[in-house]
Structures are given as C-alpha cells and as structure tokens.
C-alpha cells in the first residue's frame, strides 16, 4: 500500500459559490481544471485564474503540474487535452449495458451512454404533479452535489429534464465539496427550510466528521430525500432512499474481461475518491474469492493522477512484477499510468493492458477500455425514487443499484490467441 505525497503548492485560492467565499486547495483546482476539460478542448490561463480567483502565476503552476504529469498539453495561453490524435467518433466502441437492480423492489431505467445530449427526453413514467400553487410556491427538488467533478454536471442536467417532466419548476442545486469541513448539513437545512423544495437528493461528505454532520442533518429533514452515491455510516441510526452504482458488479465485468483475454496476473491502482474504498473492497474480495484464477502481486492507493512520483513507483511495480493488466481507478490515474509505460519503452495494450474506472475524460483523451456509471440511469433512478417516495410516505426504503457501463476501447488485449 502506498500512501499518497503531499503537493509540492501547499497555498490555497479562494472563490465565491452561492455568495460564500471558500478556498480551493491546489489538488481540488487540478481536479477542477481536469473536470473542465472532459467537456471543453481547451482552457485559458485568464478564464482559469478568474475561476478560481487567485493568479494567472498559480494557474500557470497547476498547468506545468499537469502537464509534467502527461495530463494535459500546454499551449500559449493556456492548455488542452493531450489527444491521441485519433478523432474520438470514429472509434469502434462496444458497449456492456447496464442493468439495474433495486431492494425491495425494481427500478426501471434505461441504459444510455452519459455523452448522449442532455435535451434527450428521460424514456421512464414518471408520476405527473400540478405545477405552481395558487399561493406562489414554485415545486422544486432540492438538490446538493459536490463540485469539482466529471461526473455530476450531466446528472444534474438529466435530473433537469426528469423534474420537467414530473410538473416542477426545475432543481434548486447547491454545491457542497469534497473536502473535509464542507457545509454539508448547513446545505441541506437551507434547503429543507426553502418552502418551494418538495424533496431532496443529496450527496453527503464522505470525510468523517462532515459527513458525520450531514447524516446527523439528513436525520431531521421534513421532506423526502434521496441519498445518492453514498452508503449511510456502518452503525448510523439514519435510515432513507439511496441509489449507488454498483461498484462490486463493475469490478466483476472488469475481471471477467481481463480473464476472458487471458489475463491472470493483474495489479491494481487507485485515486483518492469518495468511491475508491468501496471498488479497491470489491477489488480485493473477488481476488481473494477467485480460488487462484486471478494473482495480483500489489495494490497502490492514495496516488493522484498528477502525483508523478507516486505514478512512476505503480509503473515501477508493473514492470517489476511482470503482471500483464492493471485495474486503475480514475480515468486519469490510468492516462498518466499509460503516459510513463510509453516512456518506459512499454505498450498499451501489447505489453500493459489497462481497465478504468469511471472513464469520463478517456474519450477526449487516450482510448482505454472503462468501467463507467451511466449519468442518465442515476439522475432517472434518483428521480423515480425520490418521486416514489413523495407519493408514498411510508412505503418501504428502498436501496437502489445501478450497474456500470463496460466500454470497450481496445485497450485490452487478447492473450489467448498468443
């Protein structure tokens, strides 16, 4: 196990997020800067420092960060994603579908690949509600979700269309953070407080001692409320509506996929996330249950995508114990994975076959083979449960489980016909 460095630019910026000044550490401006662009080619330097509210000099050092790092290209001015030069739409891509699995009782949601325009039409039924009351209350769903992200813009923008769709006004979306000290349970007090919610879908802090203030919250609240890609604290007395992805089914497609390619010696990688525990704990209980079928030699976590050090140790560790895949988790852990084995003289996937975990900057970027959560399913479920759960108040909890999307991008390759 490998714990993660510190970054060498300790300084923090500050912004303003819904009139609340908040400091960005220089890691969460990384993620942000890498966030922004899976869904724009290029960043600048001046609309980045605005941002972010600090200097173009401290934005200029984040981008030589991740640049150093293999992560983005730098151009005048600013930077863009490395590319491979191979236009992404005309790229083979297969597709496992996802399915998904409720308890007590089955969702419906439809599989569809998170790129799909946002303007799309949600194909569930959902219950239709009168639209604004005669005394002027607009119906909205709360909803608090945290930033910076890959992921949560289009589930928000899914979440939107679903809403529209039900009679409501739209969605009332607060950002929170990943960081320890977000406001969490201020959030959803405000929203619960606000007479135009009906209904709550929130992700609250995964750090302990926010999070343990959120559930706290979320235990009091007077509307429904959907907790969404979290589990409720082991031993917590809160008990409300979830819908996750399946975590434990993904890590299982991806094993499947490799052995079905004649890989059996595979190592593992993971990125400090709110997920990662869950997918390195299903990681390591299929290899322990896989009876032999599978050797990983090592496992590495904590290591950030623009952690050079940190991704020179994991490829040091491939090439030294000969395994022939790794599973990596995130997207950019496994660029920056690929971008050092290159320069080791090793290729993807001839000699270093490589699955990720959320893959959302890949497509723009490198062709790897990802494990991904369809943003569609989530907001829809989420939406259908919350929407369950408004209409019927004592209905039994429901726990919701959204499998993963498998997309083959070729960067597995197939050792038995070797």
Same mark, same amino acid.
């Given at each position: 196990?490998?714990?993660?460095?510190?970054?060498?630019?300790?300084?923090?910026?500050?912004?303003?997020?819904?009139?609340?000044?908040?400091?960005?550490?220089?890691?969460?401006?990384?993620?942000?800067?890498?966030?922004?662009?899976?869904?724009?080619?290029?960043?600048?330097?001046?609309?980045?420092?605005?941002?972010?509210?600090?200097?173009?000099?401290?934005?200029?050092?984040?981008?030589?960060?991740?640049?150093?790092?293999?992560?983005?290209?730098?151009?005048?001015?600013?930077?863009?994603?490395?590319?491979?030069?191979?236009?992404?739409?005309?790229?083979?891509?297969?597709?496992?579908?996802?399915?998904?699995?409720?308890?007590?009782?089955?969702?419906?949601?439809?599989?569809?690949?998170?790129?799909?325009?946002?303007?799309?039409? %949600?194909?569930?039924?959902?219950?239709?509600?009168?639209?604004?009351?005669?005394?002027?209350?607009?119906?909205?769903?709360?909803?608090?979700?945290?930033?910076?992200?890959?992921?949560?813009?289009?589930?928000?923008?899914?979440?939107?269309?679903?809403?529209?769709?039900?009679?409501?006004?739209?969605?009332?979306?607060?950002?929170?953070?990943?960081?320890?000290?977000? %406001?969490?349970?201020?959030?959803?007090?405000?929203?619960?407080?606000?007479?135009?919610?009906?209904?709550?879908?929130?992700?609250?802090?995964?750090?302990? +001692?926010?999070?343990?203030?959120?559930?706290?919250?979320?235990?009091?609240?007077?509307?429904?409320?959907?907790?969404?890609?979290?589990?409720?604290?082991?031993?917590?007395?809160?008990?409300?509506?979830?819908?996750?992805?399946?975590?434990?089914?993904?890590?299982?497609?991806?094993?499947?996929?490799?052995?079905?390619?004649?890989?059996?010696?595979?190592?593992?990688?993971?990125?400090?996330?709110?997920?990662?525990?869950?997918?390195?704990?299903?990681?390591?209980?299929?290899?322990?249950?896989?009876?032999?079928?599978?050797?990983?030699?090592?496992?590495?976590?904590?290591? +950030?995508?623009?952690?050079?050090?940190?991704?020179?140790?994991?490829?040091?560790?491939?090439?030294?114990?000969?395994?022939?895949?790794?599973?990596?988790?995130?997207?950019?852990?496994?660029?920056?994975?690929?971008?050092?084995?290159?320069?080791?003289?090793?290729?993807?996937?001839?000699?270093?076959?490589?699955?990720?975990?959320?893959?959302?900057?890949?497509?723009?970027?490198?062709?790897?083979?990802?494990?991904?959560?369809?943003?569609?399913?989530?907001?829809?479920?989420?939406?259908?449960?919350?929407?369950?759960?408004?209409?019927?108040?004592?209905?039994?909890? +429901?726990?919701?489980?959204?499998?993963?999307?498998?997309?083959?991008?070729?960067?597995?390759?197939?050792?038995?016909?070797?």
């Amino acid at each position: 196990m490998m714990s993660q460095p510190k970054s060498r630019d300790s300084r923090n910026t500050t912004t303003v997020t819904d009139g609340v000044q908040r400091d960005y550490l220089p890691a969460e401006r990384r993620d942000m800067i890498l966030s922004l662009l899976t869904r724009q080619n290029v960043v600048t330097v001046p609309e980045l420092a605005k941002l972010f509210s600090t200097t173009e000099i401290t934005v200029r050092r984040d981008l030589g960060e991740l640049a150093d790092a293999g992560l983005v290209r730098r151009i005048r001015g600013g930077a863009m994603s490395v590319g491979d030069g191979i236009d992404p739409s005309a790229r083979k891509v297969t597709t496992t579908k996802s399915a998904v699995k409720a308890t007590p009782s089955a969702a419906s949601a439809t599989s569809a690949d998170s790129t799909a325009t946002t303007g799309d039409l %949600p194909s569930a039924n959902f219950h239709i509600i009168k639209g604004p009351t005669a005394d002027g209350i607009h119906p909205s769903i709360g909803v608090m979700l945290p930033e910076p992200s890959f992921f949560w813009p289009g589930v928000i923008a899914y979440m939107e269309t679903a809403v529209k769709l039900l009679g409501f006004e739209g969605l009332i979306v607060h950002e929170s953070s990943y960081d320890e000290g977000s %406001p969490d349970a201020e959030i959803i007090k405000e929203l619960d407080r606000d007479p135009n919610v009906f209904g709550l879908i929130v992700a609250p802090n995964s750090h302990p +001692q926010s999070g343990q203030k959120a559930w706290e919250q979320i235990k009091h609240v007077q509307n429904p409320i959907v907790v969404i890609e979290r589990d409720q604290p082991l031993f917590g007395s809160c008990y409300v509506d979830s819908v996750r992805t399946n975590h434990p089914y993904g890590v299982r497609k991806a094993a499947v996929h490799f052995l079905d390619r004649g890989h059996t010696r595979i190592g593992a990688a993971f990125s400090e996330t709110p997920t990662s525990a869950i997918i390195q704990k299903s990681w390591r209980e299929l290899v322990n249950d896989s009876d032999g079928r599978i050797v990983c030699p090592f496992i590495c976590d904590g290591i +950030q995508p623009y952690d050079s050090h940190g991704v020179d140790e994991i490829v040091d560790q491939i090439i030294d114990t000969d395994v022939t895949a790794m599973l990596v988790h995130s997207d950019y852990l496994a660029i920056a994975i690929a971008q050092v084995l290159q320069r080791r003289g090793k290729r993807v996937p001839d000699d270093v076959s490589l699955i990720s975990i959320d893959g959302f900057a890949t497509p723009s970027s490198r062709p790897l083979t990802v494990l991904r959560s369809s943003a569609r399913d989530l907001a829809e479920t989420a939406i259908q449960t919350l929407d369950h759960r408004i209409r019927e108040a004592d209905a039994a909890i +429901q726990h919701v489980f959204v499998d993963p999307m498998l997309i083959d991008r070729g960067s597995v390759a197939d050792r038995t016909r070797s």
